[in-house]
């Protein structure tokens, strides 16, 4: 959606190999240039290098979407440690993270537009998923409270509260699982992301 809006980009994701053929059919697709840096957003050290890499490159930001997250779906006692760890470390700290480092590489000729996805989880305590929805009401709550803190910078911050996006073969098979209401809550990704 933003190559066909003309944008270039940079896109991570901590699955190297995958980064370069999707970076080079969207340049072919739409015309725009479209870098890679593979990252473990879950990994302090590999996000300092993220940064570090931009610096070197003189990559100046005009709009940053913080759409990485996870959630481990389950009774929070069956949860293990790391798994709890892994939500808080990708859908609140790297977002932070993210954010806080895009406002020192941002283009100071334009305005900066952040968007966290949250998720419509952040507007209710949810059994089964506590962790993952607090994560998300976070993101919710750090979005409004930064638009209005950011505002006079020339900085928006919105949070983007979707249903269910059937993104990964395992968030497909958890909206099946859940039926009917699944399928109901479910999200087209090209009309979210539009």
């Known amino acids: 959606e933003c190559a066909l809006r003309g944008w270039d980009l940079l896109l991570t994701d901590k699955a190297a190999h995958l980064l370069p053929p999707l970076a080079a059919g969207i340049s072919r697709l739409y015309g725009v240039e479209a870098r890679t840096y593979a990252c473990d957003l879950t990994?302090?050290?590999?996000r300092v290098q993220f940064w570090q890499h931009i610096e070197e490159q003189?990559?100046?930001f005009h709009m940053l979407i913080n759409n990485a997250g996870v959630d481990f779906e389950g009774l929070f006692k069956e949860r293990s440690i790391q798994e709890l760890r892994t939500i808080v470390r990708l859908n609140i700290e790297a977002t932070l993270e993210m954010t806080h480092s895009a406002l020192s590489q941002r283009d100071p000729c334009r305005t900066l537009r952040i968007i966290n996805v949250s998720?419509?989880?952040s507007f209710y305590p949810m059994p089964v998923k506590a962790v993952y929805a607090a994560s998300k009401r976070f993101l919710l709550d750090v979005s409004l409270a930064?638009?209005?803190?950011?505002r006079s910078d020339d900085v928006?911050?919105?949070a983007l509260c979707p249903a269910g996006l059937p993104t990964t073969l395992?968030?497909?098979?958890r909206i099946?699982?859940?039926g009917i209401m699944g399928q109901a809550t479910a999200l087209?990704?090209?009309h979210v992301a539009s």
Do not use: F, K, P
């Open 43 to 46: 990994n302090s050290d590999e």
């Open 58 to 60: 003189g990559i100046q």
């Open 119 to 121: 998720s419509l989880a």
């Open 146 to 150: 930064l638009h209005q803190e950011l």
């Open 156 to 158: 928006s911050v919105t």
């Open 170 to 173: 395992s968030c497909i098979t």
């Open 176 to 178: 099946e699982a859940q």
């Open 188 to 190: 087209n990704v090209g």
